[in-house]
């Protein structure tokens, strides 16, 4: 696989497993906080706070641009936060950090919304599908999204599969943790 040597603002707007940060003494080296796979799951390498805080943030363009870090704005809008899962991993007077994935937003603690239950899997989660249909092998791989339905009150998840985000959203009695 290519690796793609670029400065780490830039960084940020390519798949996280395609580049590899450029110091600015121009040295070639991996940098600690940009992994090179998928599979070398960087939060299992960031400490979560304990317990972790579950939440959602029902943020859209048409409340106003005041709710979110002007250094977060783009890239929040593009995740589409609506009836995504955060974790709440840290807080200050001004600004809440939260957690998708691989991606951590400051916001204003105005919209955030906790979620007393836990979800069963959570982002960077190896799971394997539980019941595969007959003409095909069990989908397996990392837990790339996590969603609520308040309606329903349930979760519901994402895979990603060989570097390949699966389209289908599954239930969480549909996965299993797998065992390494």
């Known amino acids: 696989m290519q690796m ?31 992994y090179s796979s998928p599979t070398d799951n ?3 390498r960031v400490p979560r706070p304990k317990p972790v805080v579950y939440g959602l943030y029902s943020w859209t363009p048409e409340y106003g641009l005041r709710y979110v870090h002007p250094a977060n ?14 974790e709440k ?4 007077d001004d600004w809440i950090l939260l957690r ?4 951590q937003f400051k916001v204003s603690r105005e919209l955030f919304k906790e979620l007393y239950v836990r979800p069963p899997f959570s982002f960077g989660d190896l799971v ?21 339905d308040e309606a329903a009150d349930t979760f519901r998840f994402q895979l990603v599969e060989k570097k390949r985000k699966i389209k289908r959203v599954f239930e969480a009695g549909e996965l299993e943790l797998q065992n390494n």
């Open 89 to 92: 991993i840290d807080e200050t």
């Open 4 to 34: 793609h040597h670029v400065p780490i603002e830039k960084a940020a707007f390519l798949p996280c497993w395609q580049y590899q940060y450029t110091c600015p003494s121009r040295n070639r080296h991996p940098h600690p906080a940009v």
């Open 128 to 148: 394997v599908e539980t019941d595969p249909a007959d003409d095909r092998p069990a989908h397996e791989g990392l837990i790339s999204d996590v969603f609520y």
């Open 100 to 103: 998708y994935d691989e991606q």
């Open 42 to 44: 960087i939060l299992s």
């Open 73 to 86: 704005r783009r890239t929040f809008e593009w995740l589409e936060p609506l009836g995504k899962v955060f």
